[in-house]
């Protein structure tokens, strides 16, 4: 059994910006030579989420609605009066949805659903350039 450790590197996301990482994952596990196991995608920092979702436009409109009934923006939250940066709401989002995932693969495929792509979900209230760390075990 092997390890193989990786990145991603997302340039200036904004707040509600989903990004498809599927084919960036899927690069990671050819760089690493193995040919079965399970990769994990884990991002660094306490505002962005990763999951899976149908990529297509309605979800990419029907999703960050969701988001906004279940942590609105306009209410108050304990951790804007701490630090009065605004970004309660981000935060929130970010435990709800969780900061990563993991796939199995097999003979260097990933076991997704035919309409199932990975994404990382921007979610909080100022740019970041972000770091997705990918570590992948198999052999």
């Known amino acids: 059994m092997a390890v193989v450790s990786d ?4 340039p200036q996301t904004t707040e509600g910006q989903m990004l498809d ?3 960036e994952v899927s690069d990671c596990i050819a760089r690493s030579g193995l040919r079965s196991g399970i990769v994990t995608v884990f991002n660094v920092g306490s505002t ?3 999951t899976t979702i149908e990529y297509e436009a309605g ?3 029907d999703f960050p609605a969701l988001l906004d009934r279940l942590a609105p923006r306009d209410i108050p939250y304990a951790h804007d009066m701490t630090w009065h940066d605004g970004n309660g709401h981000s935060h929130c989002r970010a435990s709800l949805l969780g900061p990563d995932i993991t796939i199995p693969f ?3 495929q990933m076991s997704l659903g035919t ?5 990382f979900i921007e979610l909080d209230n100022k740019p970041h350039n972000r770091r997705l760390a990918v570590q992948i075990l198999g052999e």
């Open 7 to 10: 990145e991603i590197r997302l």
């Open 21 to 23: 990482i599927t084919r």
């Open 48 to 50: 962005g989420a990763i």
């Open 59 to 61: 979800l990419k409109e």
């Open 106 to 108: 097999t003979d260097r």
């Open 115 to 119: 309409w199932q792509q990975i994404i």
